[in-house]
């Protein structure tokens, strides 16, 4: 705990299964935010996030990233993060789901 919040993090112990105890609060320099308003598309929401500032746990960050999210069954959710500046290769496996729209799936999506 102690070695936690010395990294500015939030301590929350729990009693559930895998879930983490050490976490980053929201308002955490690190990580990505929202860059303006979630846009539907066609089978789901389309959002960019922006890299909060300069510090990287990582490196090699890229920013903007884009998220997609695509409802395919009610309980089945697609999620894509790419950078919408660089092209790469993507296998092209097609998955085909009835399309569901999010008042239909078993499941919430919350920006």
């Known amino acids: 705990q102690e070695a936690c919040e010395a990294r500015g993090c939030t301590w929350c112990s729990s ?10 609060p929201e ?3 690190y990580g ?4 303006g308003n979630a846009e539907q598309t066609a089978k ?8 909060r500032q300069a510090l990287s746990l990582f490196g090699n960050d890229i920013s903007p990233i884009v ?11 697609r999620f894509r993060l790419y950078d919408p500046n660089a092209q790469r290769f993507e ?6 789901g009835p399309g ?9 999506v919350e920006f």
């Open 67 to 77: 998220l997609e999210v695509e409802f395919q069954t009610k309980d089945r959710l």
């Open 44 to 51: 789901g929401w389309r959002v960019t996030l922006n890299k």
């Open 91 to 96: 296998v092209p496996l097609k998955i085909d």
């Open 100 to 108: 569901v729209t999010a008042e239909e799936a078993n499941y919430e």
């Open 32 to 35: 990505y935010a929202r860059s």
């Open 15 to 24: 009693d559930v299964p895998n879930a983490p105890w050490c976490f980053f």
């Open 27 to 29: 308002n955490s320099p």
